[in-house]
């Protein structure tokens, strides 16, 4: 049992619609989109943040940048951004390893 929530949502505890899923990763629609696209990738097992996945893991680190770059380049017209908070102090709320993926201009 896990308390973490993006462990449940990739372990499918919390029932999510999810955009795209590698491997070793998901993507989905955050629940407070602060842009048109706004969708969170996040590797399937439970890493604190992008620092500790990228010295534990890089077959996991590869697969989750490929992941977020093939959804921004799918969603978006090429103008995106790929940001992950890391630590309380730059505005990481859940320790389990994201990347925003944001963008003002959808592919329509
Ligand atoms: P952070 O501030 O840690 O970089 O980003 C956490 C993000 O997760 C926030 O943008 C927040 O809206 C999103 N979030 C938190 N809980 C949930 C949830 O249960 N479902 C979804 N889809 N997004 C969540
Ligand atoms: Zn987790």
Known sequence: MTECVFCKIANGEIATNLVAESEHAVAFNDIHPAQ????????KR????IADLAAAD??????LLKLGTKVAD???????????N???EAGQTVFHAHGHI???TPRL
């Open 102 to 104: 944001t963008s003002r």
């Open 46 to 49: 439970h890493f604190t943040d």
């Open 74 to 84: 799918e969603m978006s017209t090429g103008s995106f951004r790929f940001q992950f």
């Open 86 to 88: 890391t630590g309380a």
């Open 36 to 43: 048109p696209i706004h969708v969170l990738v996040v590797p």
């Open 58 to 63: 890089e077959v996991v680190l590869l697969d």
